[in-house]
């Protein structure tokens, strides 16, 4: 069985590889065609592959998928469309650098069961606007959905003169199997998207990867705030796709002189207030005591049925379950993240407590990733975010949205959100085409450069003083 599951990967691998040498040589023109019919396969199928991802995964809210399924094609096409990815891309003839894009080779790509056909077009989108194959190793719990959507893709692609094996899909049933092709030493790069155990082991396996950790979001809503206008738009984003992205609010920090207004708003607005045996039948079922982390059965479902299988009786039509919370970690499950419409609520007595309390979410499980804050005393944002570690600080933004960017934002939009070096990432960035080129420099030899210009002897003089250096050195250049 292990020597065939070797020469399936390698099989794999070489198709790749053989599609990556054709694809290099394609001109911009070329690949741009590439990517447009994609883009016009993937948003036309945007329906129909929103209700299988809905259906196959049991999983958040189809019409909410069908938006996403629209940001990984329409908005992420209209972000890349006029990018350069191939041949010279910037020259300067002030410095005789010029920068040529080259493609980095197969690229493996692990697509999460929360946004299945959306991560696997985004995904593929970036990849061919790059020249680079793609290998997409789906999740179990959404195999069908994904090797449509591929198939839907490959098709378009070839279709408009992309290489044989230029898309490739294989699912996901072995975890021996994912490791192989992760670890394969012709895999040029990994875009790992999931959960922390395999972004670790993408970033473990020898090959160069881009992984994206995990999202604890605080939100601290400032005395300056809209209260009713900060607490709709927390509404419309924890409920989007019921919470299924990974930049979706986890916890809300208030002051104490305003806690009383902000609970009556989110009320007002259908939101309900767990009482404290409550909170603890929710956090029993809503994530794993073992490992803290968020318990399958619940992610992605709305509040009827995570009420049904915690055993407890809410309103009809509540959007939200709301847990007043006193601390933070293990004694307190539903401080961690959990994708689901469930949030933690905080109160602070005073304003240095107020941002201890984000950092404690933040340093929990969401170092890197996404933070916001609504106010409209613009000294107070700017000191909340150089207090949060956090690549995406939001300002009076829904941090689903607003976090995979282009909706509320200029942020380039993206269904893999880079955390930095606190989420161990290689970058804070929104991944997209860019980051996925190797830029070759061209250097020539300029006429007047400093360091040859310069009487070198003065370097090995003891008696001269380091400001006498430096000074000749600026006075002759």
């Keep these: 069985m292990a020597v065939n599951l070797v020469e399936k990967a390698n099989d794999i691998i070489d198709r790749a590889q053989l599609a990556a040498a054709e694809f290099q040589q394609y001109n911009q023109e070329q690949t741009d065609c590439i990517v447009e019919s994609v883009f016009r396969a993937g948003f036309q199928n945007r329906i129909k592959l929103a209700r299988m991802a809905h259906e196959e995964t049991g999983m958040g809210i189809w019409e909410h998928k069908v938006i996403k399924n629209v940001l ?14 191939v041949g010279v891309i ?21 697509v999460p069961v929360t946004n299945p056909t959306s991560t696997t077009m985004f995904k593929i989108l970036i990849c061919l606007k790059s020249r680079n194959p793609i290998i997409i190793s789906t999740h179990r719990g959404a195999s069908k959905s994904c090797a449509e959507t591929v198939r839907i893709c490959y098709e378009a692609a070839l279709e408009a003169g992309a290489p044989e094996d230029c898309i490739q899909v294989i699912s996901s049933g072995s975890r021996d199997f994912t490791h192989m092709i992760m670890a394969h030493e012709k895999i040029a790069l990994i875009l790992a998207t999931g959960g922390t155990g395999l972004v670790k082991a993408a ?3 020898g090959n160069p990867a881009i992984g994206v950790g995990p999202g604890n979001v605080p939100v601290y809503i400032d005395e300056s705030a809209d209260i009713p206008f900060a607490v709709k738009s927390i509404i419309s984003s924890k409920t989007f796709d019921n919470g299924t992205i990974c930049a979706s609010e986890q916890a809300i920090v208030v002051m104490e002189s305003m806690e009383q207004q902000v609970k009556e708003e989110f009320q007002k607005q259908h939101c309900y207030f767990l009482t404290p045996e409550e909170i603890i039948k929710v956090g029993n079922i809503a994530v794993v005591a073992e490992t803290m982390s968020m318990s399958p059965f619940i992610v992605g479902q709305p509040v009827s049925v995570i009420a049904t299988k915690a055993g407890i009786i809410v309103p009809d039509g509540t959007k939200i379950l ?31 407590t107020a941002m201890n309390i984000c950092l404690d979410l933040n340093y929990l499980g969401g170092l890197g990733h996404t933070a916001c804050i609504y106010s409209n005393d613009e000294s107070r944002i700017m000191k909340f975010a150089g207090l949060l570690n ?10 689903s949205q607003g976090g995979v960017g282009y909706f509320y934002n200029h942020l380039p939009p993206s ?16 991944i997209t085409a860019k980051n996925l ?14 360091w040859f210009g310069h009487d070198q002897a003065e370097f090995y003089d003891e008696s001269r003083t380091t400001d006498e250096i430096i000074h000749n050195y600026y006075k002759n250049h």
């Design 390 to 399: 956090a690549g995406r600080v939001l300002v009076n933004t829904p941090t």
């Design 203 to 205: 970033y473990s396996s």
């Design 322 to 352: 709301m847990a007043k919370l006193d601390g933070i970690g293990k004694e307190y499950p539903l401080s961690y993240e959990v994708l689901a419409p469930i949030l933690a609520f905080y109160s602070a007595h005073d304003y240095h």
């Design 90 to 110: 910037s020259s300067d003839p002030r410095t005789g650098i010029t920068e040529i894009a080259q493609p980095l080779g197969p690229i493996f790509a692990v």
């Design 72 to 85: 990984a094609t329409q908005l992420v096409y209209e972000s890349i469309r006029y990018e350069k990815t």
């Design 437 to 450: 080129i190797n830029i070759q420099r061209v250097c020539r030899r300029m006429p007047n450069e400093l």
């Design 415 to 430: 269904l893999t959100l880079g955390c930095g070096t606190g989420g161990k990432n290689i970058t804070t960035e929104n």
